[in-house]
């Protein structure tokens, strides 16, 4: 029989289906090679029968749930196990920022069941009344005592419960400590003078109003979150003076850092976190100033159409073993203490991850406000077309 | 059934999918342009000029388009028209149909994944790194405008090898021996007989590549490092960040319009182009 290519040979699906049954690959590895993960992944959209049996024990959720989240941000295992136990496959759709998920959800036929919003933009979705009020008796893996009430208040609006926290983190920014040439940089007024300075072309700032006019606002000591006219018009003047020595205005800034086309970055904790881990010279550094610190939440559009699974889903993925999965694979800090309890030791003394109370103290929340306001918005634009 | 309305039957699915794919849709930025922003973004109706007034403060975008469409336009043609002259009169017809395939060939792969291996060969381990090895230091390529121009033309190339090959395969090559025989130099015979006779081959894909590019975004955006700004780049900022839907239509409107006058110019410019050369023809 010849080998093709495209198909597994039977010699060679017994060896893989032994390597399986050693438990020296995992079932997913299997599943992948031998193809029958893809076929019986069509063949049980096509033929409700063949779904798991699970399924039919339980009450019939429908056979998927849309969720509309940011990238790396889970662990695809866990999906597979939620589909084994309810028969409903997880659609995963993948977002570049809050402005974005808004624009879709104001657009209307989103489609989404669940998503994943940041702590700043809840009032906006309550006031535009495209958020599901939560019935928490759907959710018994929710224990608000759990939580630690710092990631968690966004979510109450007006005393009702929108959306159940899922990780938090910080922004500050990632330098190549190869090139700092013996002087450490610790704060947000170090990182734009030496952007225009030792650093001019190898400085990357987020595409991203929020994070970018936010760290420029620091330079001067002002809150990040600043609506002031006169502040916004001098984080205007940083940030225009600032432009010709920047690499790049993007928010993908992992391949340049990598490379060393790039040696400083705004950045976010789980990308300094995977940046540092392969590249131990790559710090992750919180401004001395402050800066954001952001929870992210999971929570129901109004137009879900499958609100039986949504509900399925987060209760799910808040099941503290399930949520311990997530955070080995995305690497965010959680704040559910029942999850770090189940955590390696090495993971929650993490510097990036769980930083000194002090730092912490000094970032702010973004507010709703920051997102909203136009001006931030036109500034923006001016600095992208200066 | 007349001859008419069994006319009519024909056209009316395209008719139909014009007035709801095109049509209606304009209606609509048409109507945006002339409303405000509402407090969370969006839409709110009014009547206002607002919009339009503010136009200037897109003045960068408008202007890095104008310059970099017609600059990555006439770089293709520069670089297809070799191509398409070799493929459509110099190559063997058994190779040329392989030869023309490879043409198409990276269109059968989404221009995203493309444009991404771009950041690569542009960064600073691919091209800059070669130069190095050979004494050329500190040379900056990605994230530049001569990085959006490079993958400009890589994207659109084909769009204009094609209708310059079939212009110049249509050519009557019988001209090009009487040209020869009649004593004119190469030379001659290329820019009195070929030349002439290709332009609505440069024409038509001078205009296939202006038109795509002067709509683009997403290569400025991942070659540009966002500092290259395309109006394309500033109308998706508008609807998807900022969500300013009505300054975004009059964006869009003003693009629409600065697109019709510059392609009805051009229009105007090949016609002419054209009497002369048939006015030419005719005196041969």
Request: proline share 6%; with cysteine; charged share 20%.
């Amino acid at each position: 029989m010849k080998d093709n290519s495209g198909y597994i040979s039977k010699r060679k699906f017994m060896e893989e289906l032994r390597r399986y049954q050693n438990g020296s690959v995992s079932r997913r590895h299997f599943l992948g090679v031998t193809g029958l993960g893809a076929a019986s992944a069509v063949m049980g959209a096509a033929i409700p029968g063949l779904r798991p049996t699970a399924a039919r024990a339980q009450t019939d959720i429908g056979d998927r749930v849309i969720l509309a989240t940011w990238p790396n941000y889970h662990d695809p295992e866990n999906f597979e196990i939620f589909t084994e136990t309810t028969g409903a496959y997880t659609q995963v759709n993948v977002f570049g920022s809050n402005e974005e998920m808004l624009a879709k959800l104001q657009a209307g036929g989103s489609g989404w069941d669940v998503f994943v919003p940041t702590n700043y933009t809840i009032t906006t979705y309550v006031d535009e009344d495209l958020i599901e009020p939560l019935d928490l008796s759907r959710l018994p893996n929710y224990d608000p005592s759990a939580f630690n009430p710092r990631f968690a208040d966004a979510g109450t609006v007006n005393g009702t419960v929108y959306a159940v926290p899922k990780n938090w983190g910080t922004t500050g920014f990632a330098v190549n400590s190869d090139h700092e040439g013996g002087s450490a940089m610790s704060s947000w007024k170090a990182f734009w003078d030496r952007t225009r300075d030792d650093f001019s072309g190898r400085t990357m700032v987020h595409d991203y109003q929020l994070t970018t006019i936010g760290n420029a606002l620091k330079y001067f000591g002002y809150s990040f979150n600043s609506i002031a006219e006169a502040e916004l018009a001098d984080a205007e003047q940083l940030l225009i003076d600032a432009k010709p020595h920047l690499f790049a205005i993007s928010s993908d800034y992992q391949p340049a850092m990598r490379s060393g086309d790039a040696w400083l970055t705004m950045c976010w904790t789980g990308d300094g976190k995977q940046l540092n881990v392969d590249m131990p010279e790559i710090r992750f550094v919180l401004g001395e100033e402050g800066g954001e610190l952001w929870s992210d939440y999971y929570a129901i559009p109004k137009s879900a159409p499958r609100k039986d699974a949504a509900y399925a889903l987060i209760n799910f993925l808040l099941d503290p073993e399930v949520n311990a999965r997530e955070v080995l694979a995305h690497g965010y800090p959680t704040p559910d203490q029942r999850t770090k309890d189940l955590l390696p030791e090495e993971i929650l003394n993490d510097p990036i991850l769980y930083p000194a109370e002090e730092l912490l103290s000094a970032l702010e929340f973004g507010a709703a406000a920051t997102l909203t306001d136009p001006n931030r918005a036109e500034l923006m634009a001016r600095f992208k077309s200066a | 059934m007349t001859r008419r309305e069994r006319n009519w039957l024909l056209l009316a699915p395209a008719a139909a999918w014009f007035f709801i794919m095109l049509i209606l849709p304009l209606s609509f930025v048409f109507v945006f342009s002339f409303g405000e922003r509402g407090d969370a973004g969006g839409y709110v109706a009014a009547f206002t000029l607002e919009q339009y007034a503010n136009l200037p403060a897109r003045f960068a975008a408008f202007k890095n388009t104008l310059i970099l469409a017609p600059l990555g336009t006439a770089a293709a043609m520069l670089i297809a028209y070799p191509l398409a002259y070799q493929l459509a009169v110099r190559t063997d017809p058994k190779w040329r149909l392989i030869l023309l395939v490879l043409v198409i060939v990276p269109f059968w792969t989404s221009i995203l994944i493309r444009s991404y291996a771009w950041i690569y060969i542009l960064g600073g381990q691919g091209i800059p790194r070669l130069l190095e090895s050979i004494g050329i230091d500190d040379v900056r390529l990605i994230y530049t405008p001569f990085a959006v121009l490079i993958g400009i033309v890589y994207g659109y190339l084909p769009l204009m090898v094609f209708p310059i090959y079939v212009a110049l395969d249509r050519l009557d090559k019988r001209l090009l021996e009487a040209s020869a025989d009649l004593g004119a130099r190469p030379m001659t015979t290329f820019f009195r007989i070929t030349l002439p006779n290709s332009i609505p081959g440069i024409a038509t894909g001078c205009m296939l590549v202006f038109i795509l590019l002067m709509g683009e975004f997403l290569i400025p955006a991942l070659l540009g490092g966002g500092k290259v700004f395309f109006v394309g780049n500033a109308l998706v900022d508008l609807f998807l960040q900022s969500r300013n839907w009505a300054f975004g239509s009059a964006v869009a409107m003003t693009l629409i319009v600065v697109m019709l006058v510059t392609v009805t110019l051009y229009m105007r410019l090949i016609a002419r182009l054209n009497t002369q050369r048939d006015s030419d023809v005719s005196l041969m």
